[in-house]
């Protein structure tokens, strides 16, 4: 994985500096809040409900262990000895105060980290596979583009004051995890027919009000072209974007409304008055930055490991985890591990600072010390021997991080919601207790096979309901929480959003609405047919029906 | 209004033309963009400057880049960055002379409206008042190198060439 150059660590220790004075000089009253907030959003810290929280960023979601060690001691030192994995790869610390804000940012670059631009109307922490580099299906690992945006983006001159937040992930393979197709720039990389590499550049998609998937606006831009063409559409939606209404302001607006043809067109004007060779990040950079993403070194193995099928057939506990959690790797004798952080009745994405020491160990015994956060809220460790599987599975099974549900019906993706977020309409973490407690048992949970539910607290989306295939959006109705449920959501190369059902729920309903909704499902699908899968071929009406049907 | 960058205040020899004043023959004068036809038109013998609101076409003023000596940009408020694109397309467009930030721009920015090709900020006294000249100079130089290839403030060094710089050192 990247480490940091001294130049990256002068970067991040000036930055540090740099917040501690601006919150000096709010105390002093240099600084108004109004002038003083997109600065301290910029650094990540943003006012909640009850608290500051704080949002660190991890770089396409890849972490090493140390990192991981420093976030669990963080977790302890300034919060409440835990902290919450999102659906952007990163970690948000819940209780922190204002005062201890530098000494964190402090600690964090320590060990290269920082809570830049994890917040605010400016370029976002890249997103993208958190299998990258050891995905069977990947052509070309999408890291060192990431790590290329994220230096490109960190401090932009010219896009830190946007009309709203901008959001870019990248995908190295043909089978999208990273939700390219939802962010406001989604990058697939791939071959044209010379063999050449580059992106297909995704513009405009998005969720929250206006939920929108993104459309390609250069089918095969090369590789070396990446920052001038991204500084183009940069430029084209901050003078041109909406500034008039915060709901509006989006880039997928700005290409709603313009229209397709029209803004690539722009993009197009723009990016032909740039000097492309000295915008272009310099090829001896880019080759620094792709030797950090060399494969570790993998041992020659045979494919099966008799040790993996000697554990399979003793424990099944454990032949239940490994048939859920596991992710194909490139090598033979190799496997990704998917590390549920979604526990029965926990709060998804949560990790005690104790978890985060277990997940680190098993990291520098079994996995090359590195880790990855997935979109899904999870953890991934992306090479480990199968040899090495019962052992790993047995340290996670001691720290309550065996849940072997990964894609499955408890698997919940949630946003903060009403316990955290200011913004909230309603609550989310309580709702996906109760859902993973009515669905726990394994054998259901398998039967049922993949299913996404995802719950966001408020229309703002942070939970992606719109592209869960079953989504719970919490509102608020003169006073009391209900629940609107969307059907069909895809985040993958697959996407769609999510049709509404119809009435919402309420707090107490909703479990066993989804339930009913499951149930259709059993009764109606063919063999091997997933939810999404029979949901499309049957559409909305016979799920409707197991909704409703009771009401009228 | 005071108007400075991170070599401190600058002098103010120009003049804001006052709403309904004839164009005068003399002296430096700012007059807005919807007056600059007649300002040009104008047997001056002083410079021209024109104030551009920041939902302009930078490629309009382009024609008329040889006849002026100062283009300011407004900043409405100092979360609407605009003004920084409008600044590197009139850059990018050829204009070599005076380029201001006018406006509630904060000092924390200064570095970022230097890279974008602004030569200097001018801000409201009240603003000023709150955020003295230290405050400008010190803020400009808490970052000393940044990533981007291409803009830069006087004074911070770029990070791609102080890696090329220490490659070459370690031979």
């Known amino acids: 994985m990247y480490r940091y150059d001294e130049f990256d660590q002068r970067f991040v220790e000036e930055r540090v500096a740099q917040f501690r004075d601006q919150a000096r000089r709010r105390l002093s009253g240099a600084l108004t809040e109004e002038e003083f907030r997109p600065l301290r959003l910029m650094n990540g810290l943003y006012l909640q409900l009850h608290a500051y929280m704080l949002r660190v960023a991890i770089p396409y979601g890849t972490l090493s262990s140390a990192q991981m060690r420093k976030l669990a001691d963080i977790s302890e030192r300034h919060d409440r000895g835990y902290g919450h994995f999102t659906t952007r790869q990163n970690i948000q610390y819940n209780w922190i105060k204002l005062e201890e804000t530098a000494d964190i940012l402090a600690e964090l670059a320590s060990v290269q980290m920082h809570a830049i631009q994890t917040s605010g109307n400016c370029i976002r922490n890249v997103t993208s596979d958190p299998f990258a580099g050891a995905a069977a299906d990947e052509f070309e690992d999408p890291r060192p583009t990431g790590e290329l945006i994220r230096q490109w983006s960190s401090l932009h001159p010219e896009f830190s004051f946007l009309p709203r937040k901008f959001k870019i992930a990248v995908t190295g393979s043909p089978n999208d995890r990273a939700a390219v197709k939802a962010h406001d720039i989604g990058l ?240 989310s973490i309580p709702i996906a207790q109760r859902l993973t407690e009515r669905f726990a048992d394994p054998k259901r949970q398998r039967d049922i096979g993949p299913l996404s539910i995802k719950i966001s607290g408020c229309i703002n989306a942070c939970g992606h309901h719109h592209i869960g295939h079953i989504g719970i959006l919490g509102l608020d109705k003169a006073g009391a929480e209900f629940y609107q449920l969307t059907l069909g959501g895809d985040p993958t190369e697959t996407a769609a959003i999510g049709e509404r059902a119809g009435a919402g729920f309420s707090a107490e309903g909703v479990v066993d609405a989804i339930e009913r909704l499951v149930d259709r499902y059993l009764e109606i699908r063919e063999p091997s047919e997933t939810f999404l899968q029979t949901y499309r071929r049957t559409g909305a009406e016979s799920f409707k029906d197991a909704l409703y049907a009771e009401a009228g | 209004m005071p108007l400075l960058n991170e070599k401190g205040l600058q002098e103010e020899i120009w003049r804001e033309l006052e709403d309904h004043e004839p164009i005068p023959l003399e002296g430096d004068v700012i007059v807005p963009q919807a007056r600059l036809e007649e300002a040009l038109a104008a047997p001056r013998t002083g410079r021209t400057g024109v104030a551009l609101p920041n939902t302009i076409e930078a490629e309009t003023l382009q024609p008329l880049f040889n006849r002026l000596s100062l283009i300011t940009v407004e900043f409405p408020g100092f979360g609407d960055g605009r003004g920084f694109s409008i600044a590197k397309r009139l850059r990018g467009l050829g204009w070599r002379g005076e380029l201001w930030a006018d406006g509630r721009v904060i000092a924390d920015q200064l570095a970022y409206l230097r890279a974008c090709g602004f030569d200097s900020a001018r801000i409201p006294e009240d603003l000023f008042a709150r955020q003295p000249l230290e405050d400008w100079l010190a803020a400009a130089k808490t970052i000393s190198a940044a990533y981007q290839t291409e803009e830069r403030a006087p004074g911070v060094a770029s990070i791609l060439e102080q890696r090329k710089a220490a490659r070459a050192a370690r031979g």
């Open chain 1, 188 to 427: 697939r990389m791939i071959r044209n027919e010379d063999g050449d590499l580059g992106y297909e550049v995704i513009v405009g998609g998005g969720l929250g009000r206006t939920p929108m998937i993104g459309k390609v606006i250069r089918g095969f831009l090369p590789k070396a072209e990446l920052l001038p063409y991204l500084e183009a559409v940069m430029r084209v939606y901050n003078l041109h974007g909406r500034r008039d209404n915060k709901y509006k302001a989006r880039i997928k607006i700005l290409v709603h409304e313009m229209g397709e043809e029209p803004f690539r067109k722009e993009v197009e004007r723009e990016y032909a008055r740039l000097d492309v060779e000295s915008l272009a990040a310099p090829a001896e950079e880019v080759e620094r930055i792709q030797a950090y993403f060399a494969p570790p070194a993998l041992e020659n193995l045979p494919e099966e490991s008799k040790a993996f099928e000697r554990a399979r057939t003793a424990d099944p506990d454990f032949r239940i985890w490994a048939e859920t959690n596991l992710h194909p790797h490139r090598a033979p004798g190799y496997t990704s591990v998917v590390i549920s952080l979604k526990p029965v009745g926990g709060a998804p994405g949560d990790a005690t600072a104790e978890q985060m020491r277990v997940a680190a160990e098993a990291a520098d015994l079994w996995a090359f010390g590195e880790l990855r956060v997935t979109h899904e809220q999870n953890l991934v460790l992306a090479h480990v021997k199968k040899d090495d599987l019962y052992p790993l599975y047995r340290k996670l099974a001691g720290a309550g991080l065996d849940s072997a549900n990964r894609g499955l019906v408890t698997d919940i993706i949630a946003c903060p919601g009403l316990d955290y977020c200011a913004l909230a309409t309603a609550r």
